[in-house]
T-cell receptor, first 108, second 113 residues
Framework: GQSLEQPSEVTAVEGAIVQINCTYQ??????LSWYQQHDGGAPTFLSY????GLEETGRFSSFLSRSDSYGYLLLQELQMKDSASYFCAPRDGQNFVFGPGTRLSVLP | DADVTQTPRNRITKTGKRIMLECSQTKGHDRMYWYRQDPGLGLRLIYYSFDVKDINKGEISDGYSVSRQAQAKFSLSLESAIPNQTALYFC????????????FGPGTRLTVL
């Protein structure tokens, strides 16, 4: 079967660092994506990890451990505009399974 | 101009009505998808198409049908809408060679009364 777990909500202050964890179980696994979605907006792609380790893109980094079926998204130097929902999405075959999302609130 | 467009953006309809949601893209991508988003449930895949002649059911296809009229167009139909199909619907596209990144349209908010 499939299962995905993310924290439902995370709160942090501007300038801080926050980590959003994702644990997954899928019948097949090829990699892990992360998407950001602002209220009323469309999901936008942030990153994809096919291999174990950390991938850095500006203030955002994404980590994958295939042996632990675990990944995280790390957001540094938080800004107010980072307030959004974040979805992890493991790739199962040719498609992706989206998690329930984590709502990040950045406080001034 | 937006690369992935959806029409209508909002629709209110009644139980039993037939509804069509349309998606168009100018990205030249072969792969297109329809997702449904409900609060607390993330995005769930309804149907997907990897080229014009290819149609595949996703996780929650019951009650829905699709048509891939051209590379750029992928429409979703609800043959007889019911209230639990009230949701936010997203179309997405991806390139065959780099399909790990999906590009989403702005969404259609559908309410079935």
């Amino acid at each position: 079967g499939q299962s995905l777990e993310q924290p439902s909500e995370v709160t942090a202050v501007e300038g801080a660092i926050v980590q959003i964890n994702c644990t997954y179980q899928t019948s097949g696994f090829y990699g892990l994506s992360w998407y950001q979605q602002h209220d009323g907006g469309a999901p936008t792609f942030l990153s994809y990890n096919a291999l174990d380790g950390l991938e850095e893109t500006g203030r955002f980094s994404s980590f994958l451990s295939r042996s632990d079926s675990y990944g995280y998204l790390l957001l540094q130097e938080l800004q107010m505009k980072d307030s959004a929902s974040y979805f992890c999405a493991p790739r199962d075959g040719q498609n992706f399974v989206f998690g329930p999302g984590t709502r990040l609130s950045v406080l001034p | 101009d937006a690369d992935v467009t959806q029409t209508p953006r909002n629709r209110i309809t009644k139980t039993g009505k037939r509804i069509m949601l349309e998606c168009s893209q100018t990205k030249g991508h072969d792969r297109m998808y329809w997702y449904r988003q409900d609060p607390g449930l993330g995005l769930r895949l309804i149907y997907y198409s990897f080229d014009v002649k290819d149609i595949n059911k996703g996780e929650i296809s019951d009650g829905y049908s699709v048509s891939r009229q051209a590379q750029a167009k992928f429409s979703l139909s609800l043959e007889s809408a019911i209230p639990n199909q009230t949701a936010l619907y997203f179309c997405a596209t991806s390139d065959t060679d780099s399909y790990n990144e999906q590009f989403f349209g702005p969404g259609t908010r559908l309410t079935v009364l």
